[in-house]
């Protein structure tokens, strides 16, 4: 079964006293290019994460993107209870000294500079829940890989099919082109005026040469098997996209090689078609994993 490299996952849920929010992202890649973006409390697990991805989604563009907040609401900021008792008693001093009143002591301290401060997040070290949370995202971006799949499979069978059907079509005409280089080696010679003069066997042995040159048995049957294992192999297990692009390839090959040798005009154009088929197939197994 065919799985497209594009794909969309998200999980979420709570790591320690943070509701943690996990989005996947891919594109299309020959290798495995991942980044992976998290904020500094989780940067421990980074490494972890890659190679997680690593295994679990083989190819692709892939983007992580881990966000959080308070699973409670809560203050980011404290007062620095060390920087409060400075100032508290050196106000204290100040208004014993200058006989001020004392009952603005606490409300001209939250007022000083740096008096609050910014908490210093923790998170738990729950690398068991993190990797479960990232697990079940990769399980929802490889259900949107499958779901994919299933209509890039379906896109390529009716490319190859098409390229099958091309072929038999072409090969109606197989039989016309021997008749084609007669008449048209015997016009030759009529306009050259060489009719009488050429002897039978040569002849025949003329013919012989341009058929031969012209044969296409053998491009037929490769055509033919390259597109039945195309089809086979679409029906592996995931991870065929590089082989379907080689079996392309080689696809690709014995087409040129039969417009080389149609030598017949609805021939050429058949093949032509069959090339634009081609075409798309290659351009869709770029998606494929």
Do not use: W
């Not at 991805?53 to 620095?80: P, V």
């Not at 050429?198 to 025949?204: G, H, L, P, S, Y």
């Not at 029906?235 to 379907?244: I, M, R, V, Y």
């Amino acid at each position: 079964m065919i799985h497209s490299m594009t794909g969309y996952g998200k999980a979420e849920g709570i790591i320690g006293n943070k509701k943690v929010t996990v989005q996947l992202k891919s594109l299309n890649s020959k290798q495995a290019d991942i980044s992976v973006k998290v904020p500094s409390i989780f940067k421990e697990f980074e490494l972890t994460i890659r190679k997680q991805l690593s295994t679990a989604l083989q190819r692709g563009k892939i983007e992580l993107y881990l966000n959080y907040e308070a699973a409670e609401k809560d203050s980011k900021y404290e007062i620095d209870e060390v920087l409060f008792e400075r100032y508290y008693h050196q106000l204290h001093e100040l208004n014993e000294k200058f006989s001020l009143d004392d009952s603005t002591v606490l409300q001209n301290i939250l007022k000083m500079p740096e008096i609050l401060k910014s908490k210093e997040e923790e998170i738990e070290n729950d690398s068991d829940g993190l990797t479960e949370l990232v697990s079940n995202a990769i399980e929802a971006i490889n259900s949107f890989r499958i779901d994919e799949g299933k209509t890039l499979e379906a896109d390529l069978q009716s490319h190859i099919l098409e390229i099958d059907q091309l072929l038999t079509d072409a090969l109606k005409y197989e039989g016309e082109r021997a008749q084609t280089v007669r008449t048209r080696l015997e016009a030759n010679l009529a306009e050259a005026q060489q009719t009488e003069k050429i002897n039978a066997d040569r002849f025949e042995q003329e013919m012989i040469y341009y058929l031969e040159k012209y044969d296409i048995s053998e491009e037929k049957v490769r055509l033919k098997a390259h597109c039945d294992y195309f089809i086979a192999t679409m029906k592996d297990s995931a991870g065929q996209g590089k082989k379907l692009g080689f079996i392309s390839q080689e696809i690709g090959r014995e087409i040129n090689t039969l417009g080389s040798k149609a030598n017949h005009a609805q021939m050429q154009k058949l093949v032509v078609q069959m090339k634009d088929q081609l075409e798309k197939i290659k351009e869709q197994v770029l998606n494929v994993l």
